[in-house]
């Protein structure tokens, strides 16, 4: 995979990613923190998602529900996977660098799979990050 080299931080909480930028933690794209700060707010100042679900809200990732999880980790990407069986749902987000281009960039693509055996509607609701890199 060829493209423009970036640096991206990320734990084992929330929805994983807590910085990334593509010269110094001085210039970042997402805000540099240390590990322990970044541990604390990575919930909660990084990305989310939300969903409304049979009329309730729903934060796939939260600290708080015990689906199950996965993270997965490759050389060029990371995907964080969770199965929530009482409201029949698989979330999936996957986060990658920009290949092929001249210039940094972090991708994050989200999947929602509806595993119960009715049409449902959802309401997602992302967190948008729109900075520019000099």
């Known amino acids: 995979i060829f493209g423009c080299p970036m640096w991206v931080f990320y734990t084992n909480r929330g929805q994983a990613i807590t910085s990334a930028g593509a010269h110094d933690k001085d210039r970042a794209i997402i805000e540099f923190q240390p590990a322990n700060k970044a541990y604390r707010s ?14 309730k809200f729903y934060e796939p990732f939260s600290e708080t529900s015990d689906n199950k999880k996965d993270m997965r980790i490759t050389s060029h ?58």
């Open 42 to 55: 990575v919930a909660l100042k990084c990305f989310r998602t939300f969903l409304k679900v049979d009329n």
């Open 77 to 134: 990407d990371l995907t964080l996977v969770e199965t929530n069986q009482k409201l029949k749902l698989k979330v999936e987000v996957n986060y990658f660098t920009i290949p092929n281009e001249q210039f940094p960039g972090l991708a994050r693509t989200v999947k929602i799979t509806n595993l119960a055996n009715k049409p449902r509607n959802s309401v997602l609701d992302p967190r948008n990050l729109e900075e520019k890199i000099s």
